[in-house]
């Protein structure tokens, strides 16, 4: 299953909501969320690697450097988005009284965004040990509760309650 060209346009909208909820909830303008480099990619263009299991959104980091060799303070990190399309419409399929793809898509899109941020603001190391970045998936998604709050609506609720901290929303891998 894949996103149809409806909801390839969906997401896009969705993603733009989501930038600027995360611009009101960490007070960056219009500029400073340009900065953050990302893009976002749907199960059909997803290459090999980017494609996981078990998640609805998949976040690879990819560097760029200007000289070969360690790592330099001036080197570019760009993140891609990868939105496992199938897992997505499944869960809508299944949950089709109640869950609806608006505000799953806003959850998730919210939910990456987070972690782009606070991986740029070096809250915590993209290369994390796996207890750590568990932790972490707790703190985002409190953050994303609290980032929906401005637009809480009976189906945003909903996805909240069901994809609580007892479930994964997305996966982290380089």
Do not use: W
């Not at 930038?19 to 400073?32: D, I, M, P, V």
């Not at 290459?47 to 690879?60: N, P, Q, S, T, Y």
Request: proline share 2%; aromatic share 10%; with cysteine.
């Amino acid at each position: 299953m894949h996103f149809n060209s409806l909801q390839k346009s969906l997401a896009n909208n969705i993603f733009q909501q989501a930038e600027t909820l995360a611009g009101k909830y960490f007070r960056l303008s219009r500029e400073e969320m340009k900065n953050y480099r990302y893009d976002v990619k749907t199960l059909a263009h997803l290459e090999k690697h980017e494609v996981k299991d078990g998640a609805f959104a998949h976040l690879c980091r990819y560097h760029c450097t200007k000289d070969e060799g360690a790592n330099r303070p001036d080197d570019i990190y760009f993140y891609r988005i990868c939105l496992q399309d199938n897992r997505i419409l499944d869960a809508v399929e299944r949950g089709q009284s109640f869950i609806k793809l608006n505000p799953l898509l806003l959850y998730i899109a919210a939910h990456e965004l987070v972690h782009i941020i606070r991986f740029e603001a070096r809250e915590i190391d993209f290369d994390a040990p796996r207890e750590e970045k568990e932790r972490e998936e707790d703190k985002v998604h409190t953050i994303t509760k609290d980032m929906l709050q401005s637009c809480i609506s009976p189906d945003i609720k909903l996805i909240l309650d069901c994809f609580s901290n007892r479930y994964k929303i997305g996966d982290l891998f380089n």
